[in-house]
């Protein structure tokens, strides 16, 4: 079983910085593919971004592309989503989820466990 916590969230201007930690109780971290997805009130859970075990593949969704950065350290069993020119729509809970599978490509039903999430507050 593994357990995720994020971290990192507020409350932020529009234009503004973020960044999203998640940290891994799983000391395999370093196996799992890592994604973050993001929940809006009244919205369905999207697909944010992704990477593969070894940082060097990653995917994002058009919306976030070019102004999010997802990265990771398995040293600390810690995966990171750099957040700049944040936009009040990227207002939403974020989580954090891995899945055994290697494809980066992968549909949030094909994650295997989830963080509890944390915030993300854009004003304009």
């Known amino acids: 079983q593994v357990q995720l916590v994020e971290s990192g969230g507020g409350l932020v201007q529009a234009g503004g910085s973020l960044r999203l930690s998640c940290a891994a109780s799983?000391?395999?971290?370093?196996?799992?593919?890592m994604g973050w997805f993001r929940q809006a009130p009244g919205k369905e859970r999207e697909f944010v971004a992704a990477?593969?075990?070894?940082?060097?593949?990653?995917h994002y969704a058009d919306s976030v592309k070019g102004r999010f950065t997802i990265s990771r350290d398995n040293a600390k069993n810690t995966v990171y989503l750099q957040m700049n020119s944040l936009k009040p729509e990227d207002t939403a809970v974020y989580r954090c989820?891995?899945?055994?599978?290697?494809?980066?490509?992968?549909?949030?039903?094909?994650?295997?466990?989830w963080g509890q999430g944390t915030q993300v507050t854009v004003s304009s």
């Open positions: 989820a891995a899945r055994r599978g290697q494809s980066i490509i992968a549909g949030l039903d094909e994650y295997n466990y």
């Open positions: 799983e000391r395999t971290f370093s196996s799992y593919t």
């Open positions: 990477i593969s075990w070894s940082g060097g593949r990653t």
